[in-house]
């Protein structure tokens, strides 16, 4: 059940700093400050959100856009905070922001061995559309590429 004290927000400047070191934290090859931060305060082709705890940013995820197609860039939850169900929600929050944007199709990479995303993916929806060989340059691990038609809005 997710905690009630978390709050969504779309990801601003503020934020950018704490983002990154859950990027660092979670992610063996993470983007750099930069990266994050161009996309975060750039905001043409990108949308991020945060969880927000006592203002503490403790996860994050976002998506980058172009005409009716968005490709999940990023999803992170700080250790401490997994299994709360704030993965989950932010995953909605996103799809919800597709589907008022009139995004169509939403793709996405995941590490074969990464179960928890998988899982998570799946029950989203998500379905596998293809296989990434050596996709990931620290260890050569294959990614899925999984991806989910939106319903249009009524
Ligand atoms: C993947 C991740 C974002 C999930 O966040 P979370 O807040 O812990 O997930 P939730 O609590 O919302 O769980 C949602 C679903 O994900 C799956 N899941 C999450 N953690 C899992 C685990 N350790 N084992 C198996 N399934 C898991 C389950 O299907 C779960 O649904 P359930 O609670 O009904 O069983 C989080 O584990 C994380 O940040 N991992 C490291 C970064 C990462 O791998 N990001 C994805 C890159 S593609």
């Known amino acids: 059940m ?4 978390v709050m969504f927000v779309r990801a601003a400047e503020e934020h950018v700093a704490q983002m990154h070191e ?21 905001h043409e082709i990108a949308y991020y959100i ?3 705890v006592n203002g503490r ?3 994050y995820a976002g998506f980058w856009f172009v005409l009716d197609e968005a490709h999940i ?3 992170a939850v700080k250790t401490e905070y997994r299994r709360k169900g704030i993965g989950r929600k932010m995953m909605e929050l996103l ?5 008022e944007m009139g995004i169509i199709t939403v793709s996405l990479e995941v590490r074969v061995s990464n179960k928890a995303a ?11 559309a293809g296989l990434r060989k050596k996709y990931y340059a620290n260890n050569d691990e294959d990614a899925l590429l999984m991806s989910k038609i939106m319903e249009p809005m009524k």
């Open 2 to 5: 997710i905690d009630n004290d």
């Open 22 to 42: 859950i990027e660092l934290e979670v992610f063996p090859t993470p983007w750099s400050y930069e990266s994050l931060e161009q996309d975060v305060c750039g």
């Open 50 to 52: 945060v969880g927000l």
């Open 57 to 59: 940013v403790v996860s």
């Open 73 to 75: 860039t990023n999803v």
């Open 95 to 99: 799809l919800e922001k597709a589907q």
């Open 118 to 128: 998988r899982d998570l993916y799946k029950s989203l929806g998500f379905s596998v």
